[in-house]
């Protein structure tokens, strides 16, 4: 008998998958099915313990990461992507811009989550973060998973998002910004998978090593705790699909005077001008210009 399940996570022999309100299963998959990742649909046929996937069914969206040719597919068919941050030393623009960009380019909404906010420091991030993604993110929400402060009106705004079918929402970050915390509290369960921070750096350690979607009881909700994103490559994008992810820097562009403008040093350039009259933060100036910098250097090695 064939019948629909939906992917949890994925090693390179077997796969966990959800049928209905059952207990997640560990099948094999079959040699003529692609790379799977959560948020797949997919069929499986047989009886325990030969279940198998079959087929994997059309991805509405599908988030990724590349870097030069070694793409990875990170999870399917989301509704929604939570970027996790929080104050110093773990907050980083640069991998914040990243994800945004990625996400802009798979049309998936991404909010941000400053966690964490009964540290010092918040207030900084806040005012920074205010002043670069107000205009980028859907929306911006503020925490702290220890203090549960902020966390009732997040889980609402999942819990909104639940309907009469499926619906996969990632929450990825840097190592140590609390989103498997996070998770945990919202889906009202002990999922969290809690690492360490060092003492020395405050840093968080590597605690998502696979990505794994977790089933919400009794909801068709499904809550993705992506790995850390240290290394989020773009290089599967191209130079219109990363601007897409920068609408303040899209929006200038329209008023540079020529076409072929790298927004360096060139005159007219109405990125340089957006930039020096504060429209543009030099940060997120920065950051894309690294982006679109890395993405040139392997299409040249491509050819």
Do not use: W
């Not at 994800?99 to 009964?118: E, F, H, Q, R």
């Not at 968080?204 to 990505?211: E, L």
Request: hydrophobic residues 35%; contains cysteine.
């Amino acid at each position: 008998m064939t019948q629909s399940a939906f992917v949890l996570s994925t090693t390179r022999k077997y796969v966990t998958v959800q049928v209905g309100d059952q207990a997640p299963l560990i099948v094999t998959k079959n040699r003529t099915c692609p790379d799977l990742c959560p948020g797949d649909e997919v069929l499986i046929s047989g009886a325990t313990p030969d279940i198998s996937v079959e087929h994997l069914c059309p991805r509405r969206t599908i988030f990724q990461r590349a870097l030069g040719p070694r793409e990875k597919l990170l999870a399917a068919n989301l509704a929604h992507i939570y970027l996790i941050t929080a104050p110093a030393p773990l907050f980083n623009p640069q991998a914040l811009d990243r994800v945004i960009t990625a996400a802009a380019a798979a049309g998936i909404p991404c909010s941000l989550v400053l966690n964490k906010t009964d540290l010092p420091g918040t207030d900084e991030t806040l005012k920074l973060i205010n002043s670069s993604y107000l205009s980028v993110a859907s929306s911006i929400v503020c925490v702290s998973a220890t203090t549960e402060e902020g966390l009732k009106p997040l889980k609402t705004a999942v819990q909104t998002m639940n309907g009469s079918t499926p619906t996969f929402i990632a929450f990825t970050g840097l190592s140590g910004v609390g989103k498997s915390t996070i998770i945990g509290a919202l889906s009202g369960s002990e999922l969290a998978r809690q690492g360490e921070l060092s003492e020395r750096s405050g840093m968080g350690r590597q605690t998502t090593s696979q990505a794994y979607a977790y089933h919400i009881s009794h909801t068709n909700l499904f809550l993705v705790d992506l790995p850390g994103i240290q290394n989020f490559g773009l290089t599967h994008l191209g130079i219109e699909q990363i601007t897409a992810g920068f609408p303040e820097i899209a929006q200038a562009i329209a008023q540079c005077r020529f076409s072929d403008c790298k927004h360096d040093s060139e005159e007219y350039c109405g990125v340089r001008d957006a930039l020096s009259a504060g429209k543009i933060t030099n940060q997120r100036y920065q950051s894309y210009q690294a982006i679109i910098g890395e993405i040139t250097i392997f299409s040249n090695r491509d050819h």
